[in-house]
């Protein structure tokens, strides 16, 4: 029986402002009501996250989405701050800790650098997947499934052909597929298993 | 005395009772006035004898006299609101468009007027005045349509401008051109008896004078009263600078309203110009409505009736062959279709100069009286038709041309002189948020009440206007309609109070950022709805708490988390404390006391919490205000 997964998009960007990638995907989202969008840089400006209220949160989604660019090969500094207040001891993990078991966790990332560089012999030598090492892990102790991550690359790239003609048939395609994504997610149509082998979680959609 | 009461009772309550029908059936204001002046000119032609007047047309000739001050304030109003900068801009027009609009306009007319059989020089004096047109009532109607802004209405403002400008020659000019050399022959007052030649560096001396003054002397005048702090002697003030320039320029025979247009626009940068606009608005409008009153009541029914058809096909052909010239012009200087024909359609009248002008003319005997009653009557039609083909224009031609371009319309260029941000008193407070607004790009229209601080700031180079911002009329005059965000940094409570109130009432939808001098005066500010409420010293005493707390060996951070835990909790605190002064003022000491207890005693907690964390993940410890233990 499929019944709605409510997702939690917790978003992290110090300069949405002038983000391209991120807002185009941001829109997407917007269009469904019933997926929440916690745009984290907006609500804690002086990172004084209130913890009670993310934990709350937590417990009342299925699908927790760390939606961010990829910097330094890992996240805006707000999405860390938040995991080392809220997963607390006795909420996220250890003997008492259980509030997150069965939940899903999924990255949505915007990476500058082509695909091609994410692999060994290109610049950045490593994929994606294993960049998310540390996610992968948290997700683990805390009891929730990690899904391959949903990456946008060649983020450059994308901002000159925007820049230049106003439109990026790579951003297209990717937003394309985001939104399909959401929705099988959102409808519990999403083979969880499968979406844990892929190298990225676009390959889901053909 | 009675009688004196009896006619102006007639005038005003007639303009009452049929203006706002007028208005609401989107006629506009000024045919309303025209309607009421005729149903009281023929009220008054049956009457004025009996009231003691010598005849009803010398009334109204006297009353469109005088209140032709109001056209002289409205000039004066427009310069304030225009700057220099803005006025420079628009010279390609004023002189270009125009200088070819009186030329071209004025040769046309005196050929059909010399085919009637009229002289060369009448005929001449003819097309000058019928060329101009009135400034009145396109710059009323323009007004209430809100079509100021758009091109049409600019380009519309410039040529009545040249206008203007083109009166002092005319003038000059008719008698030069009268078969007879008249005397001093004007019926209208007091003129210097100067030779020809001597007018015109005059009057350019006079319009020097008039800058210097509204340069030099003004500022310092009125910072002299505003000290005074008597209201009343300020709307004094602004009346009489008015009529001393009005009567300046036209002693030297320049159009006053000219005169007082050019003083206004020195002054559109003077602390003063938004309480200075306040004072003489209400002038303007009462005076301007009573000469569009009075223009309707001098409509001289006995000669309409003599030849109807006549005069209506003289004042039709006139309005068709300055709409055919004026959209020639306005076209060949390439301007938009629909924004050209509002500016043809516009000027397509005759103007009230057409009645000085043609008093002159015939006070020198350039053409007998029975024409110069026609051509009046002429002039005095083409106005009262106007408002229609505004109408026309808004029903008809927009419409079509709003489906047409109505992905490639542009807004109707907006003079972003009205700030979108109001700060209501300029102390240290405000200062600071202006400050950083104006560092990111953001500008604010800045009052405040103390003029020596307003001297002082305008060294700074600060654009700060005078006025007692607790007053909303004043608000209103320095953009209060169009704001997106008030802040209200005055430091005397109860006019900050007063001021929000008002504000509410007439813009509950704008955001209000306040100042309050402690916990009492923001429960009053929170209960009267304002958006955010700012305690005076709580941001740099918690800055100080935290900084002690450094200075006795916390760490940065860990006195950083201190001061933002004890921050919310005081947050949740007053959030709390305000509904209990709200609903239940007497308890409100008692409350502030648990409450108290119970803030230091949940901080407390917490921070010992912290001092036991482990090495997981480390918790800032949440002080949580129960409200339900407070009791």
């Known amino acids: 029986m499929n019944h709605q997964k409510k997702i939690l998009v917790l978003f992290a960007h110090p300069a949405f402002e002038s983000s391209i990638i991120n807002k185009s995907l941001v829109g997407i989202i917007k269009k469904y009501s019933n997926i929440t969008f916690h745009d984290l840089y907006e609500v804690y400006a002086n990172f004084n996250i209130d913890v009670k209220h993310e934990q709350s949160l937590l417990l009342s989604h299925d699908v927790i989405v760390f939606m961010h660019p990829l910097y330094w090969y890992s996240m805006p500094s707000i999405l860390r701050e938040w995991q080392d207040l809220v997963l607390q001891y006795g909420f996220a993990y250890g003997s008492e800790g259980h509030s997150l078991e069965g939940k899903t966790l999924v990255s949505v990332i915007s990476a500058g650098g082509p695909e091609e560089s994410y692999q060994a012999g290109g610049l950045n030598g490593v994929p994606i997947k294993e960049i998310m090492t540390p996610t992968r892990l948290t997700a683990n102790l805390t009891g929730m499934d990690y899904l391959a991550p949903f990456t946008v690359f060649g983020a450059h790239q994308i901002k000159k052909e925007i820049s230049k003609d106003n439109k990026s048939d790579d951003l297209d395609n990717h937003s394309k597929k985001f939104e399909k994504l959401l929705q099988l997610i959102k409808d519990d149509n999403l083979d969880i298993q499968k979406a844990k082998e892929v190298r990225l979680l676009q390959d889901m959609i053909s | 005395m009675t009688g004196l009461f009896i006619i102006s009772a007639l005038f005003l309550m007639t303009a009452v009772l049929i203006v706002p ?89 005196t050929a059909c007027v010399m085919m009637f059989g009229l002289s060369f020089n009448a005929s001449l004096v003819i097309g000058l005045s019928l060329a101009l047109s009135s400034t009145a009532i396109i710059m009323q109607t323009l007004n209430e349509k809100r079509l100021i802004n758009t091109k049409g209405g600019q380009t519309s403002f410039s040529v009545l401008l040249f206008q203007d400008i083109a009166v002092i020659p005319i003038i000059a000019v008719i008698p030069l051109l009268a078969a007879t050399t008249g005397s001093d022959g004007s019926g209208h007052g007091v003129e210097l008896g100067l030779p020809g030649w001597l007018q015109a560096p005059l009057a350019f001396g006079a319009i020097v004078f008039i800058y210097l003054f509204a340069r030099f002397a003004v500022n310092p005048l009125f910072r002299y009263i505003a000290k005074s702090k008597l209201h009343e002697v300020f709307t004094t003030a602004a009346l009489g600078l008015v009529m001393l320039i009005a009567a300046i320029t036209s002693l030297f025979g320049i159009s006053p309203a000219l005169g007082v247009f050019i003083a ?368």
């Open chain 2, 21 to 109: 029908f007028s208005k609401k059936k989107g006629l506009g204001s000024v045919l309303g006035y025209l309607i009421a002046g005729v149903g009281v000119g023929l009220v008054l032609r049956e009457f004025a004898p009996l009231l003691g007047f010598k005849s009803s047309e010398a009334l109204v000739e006297d009353l469109k006299h005088f209140t032709e001050f109001g056209v002289v304030l409205m000039l004066f109003l427009i310069g304030l609101e225009m700057q220099p900068s803005q006025l420079w801009n628009m010279r390609g027009a004023i002189f270009g468009m125009g200088g070819l609009q009186v030329g071209i306009t004025t040769a046309c007319i």
């Open chain 2, 264 to 631: 206004g626009v020195v002054l559109s940068e003077s602390e003063f110009r938004h309480e200075i606009e306040l004072e003489i608005e209400p002038f303007k409008g009462l005076l301007l409505g009573l000469f569009f009153m009075a223009v309707g009541a001098s409509f001289n029914f006995q000669l309409f009736g003599a030849m109807p058809f006549t005069i209506l096909g003289l004042s039709l052909g006139l309005m068709l062959l300055k709409f055919v010239v004026l959209l020639g012009i306005v076209k060949a200087f390439k301007v938009e279709w629909s924004q050209s024909l509002l500016f043809a359609l516009a000027l397509a009248q005759g103007g009230e100069f057409a009645f000085v002008l043609v008093g002159e003319a015939t006070s020198v005997n350039l053409f007998d009286d029975a024409t110069a009653s026609i051509i009046k009557l002429v002039v005095a039609i083409s106005m009262a038709l106007t408002p229609g083909l505004f109408i026309l224009y808004e029903k008809l031609i927009y419409p079509r041309f709003m489906d047409i371009h109505s992905n490639a319309e542009k807004a109707p260029d907006e003079i972003e002189e009205q700030g979108q941000i109001l700060v209501a008193g300029f102390g240290r407070f405000s200062q600071i948020i202006v400050r950083l607004l104006s560092v990111n790009g953001f500008s604010a229209t800045i009052l405040d009440n103390d003029p020596d601080h307003i001297t002082l700031l305008r060294k700074f180079g600060w654009k700060v206007f005078y006025g007692d911002a607790s007053r909303v009329d004043l608000l209103h005059s320095a953009g209060l309609d169009s704001a997106k965000l008030l802040i209200v940094g005055i430091d005397d409570h109860e006019k900050a109070v007063e001021l929000i109130k008002e504000v509410k009432k007439h813009r509950p939808d704008l955001k209000i950022f306040a100042r309050a001098r402690g916990r009492l005066q923001l429960y009053e500010l929170k209960s009267l709805g304002v958006e955010e409420i700012y305690r005076e010293t709580f941001d740099t005493s918690l800055k100080v708490g935290e900084d002690a707390l450094k200075a006795m060996g916390f760490r940065s951070y860990q006195a950083k988390r201190a001061r933002l835990l004890f921050e919310t909790a005081d947050h949740k605190m007053i959030d709390h404390l305000a509904k209990v002064w709200l609903e239940n003022r007497d308890m409100l000491i008692d409350e502030a006391i648990i409450v108290n207890k119970v803030l230091e005693q949940t901080l407390k907690e917490s921070i010992n919490r912290e001092h036991t964390w482990s090495d997981a993940a480390w918790s800032s410890g949440e002080a949580d205000v129960d409200k339900s233990t407070v009791h």
